[in-house]
């Protein structure tokens, strides 16, 4: 008799299960019409958009919104670092010719960098004794347009790679400056914490992890000790406000933006003398 009565119990819950299975299915079915077929049809047409590329673009298959023309993106793309350190670079850069510099040097560069490496104005970097890959790849940048000045970029394009390398191997073979004493006063502890510490608060690294000589960072780092102070500034500006874009992998943009106009002119006094 129970078993009977069980069977029963089982046989009028069975409708009801199917009903439920059904009734979910139906408000699925509904969901996926709305959401994928008329919603994006009707949003698109007021749009101007057709029917297939809404439905497309619901679903994820094409790119945009379903409820608006996808505008176009007509920013230039931005100008990146063409240098790459592959072994024929390198090798070029091996067999460069500081006598053949030399001569190039006296005809394009001594003018605003000096026989010698040493700048003539303030808004020039100094050259003497600075690596010759940092060299090389800033020459290269204006060249490709990943760098642009009003006179370098001229200069730089009608020289070939070869002339680059040879211009950077004989101003990195002139000798540095001596110190001038009358510069050398003791920087703020807080700029000397930048340089050797930086700040893990900020997510700065220290300076000289790169740019001191022998310390290991990328090849093109250039060594900053005896270089201009006004030109460190500009550049620290220009990087901080994004209109200098030739640093590989956005380096110097993320560092300088966190950097405060009071850090940017201690550094540049802290370098301009040459310490280390």
Known sequence: MTQSLDSDAHALDRPWRTWATIAVLVIALIGVLLGVLIIPVVQGRSDGIDAYTAICRALGILPGSP??????????????????????????????????????????CVACHGEQGVSRAPEYPNLAGQSGAAIYKQLNDYRTGSRTHPLMTEIAKALDEATLADIAAYYAAQPKRNADPATLAESPPAIVRLVELGDPSRNIPPCASCHRPGSGGPIETPILSEQGKEYLVLQLKTYAAGDRRNDVYGRMRTIAAKLTPAEIEGLAVYYRAGFR
């Open 67 to 108: 409820a608006r023309q996808q505008v176009p993106d007509r920013t230039p793309p931005t100008p990146v670092s063409k240098v790459v350190w592959t072994p024929d670079l390198l090798q070029i850069l091996a067999a460069a010719k500081p006598e053949r510099g030399l001569a190039k040097a006296q005809e394009v």
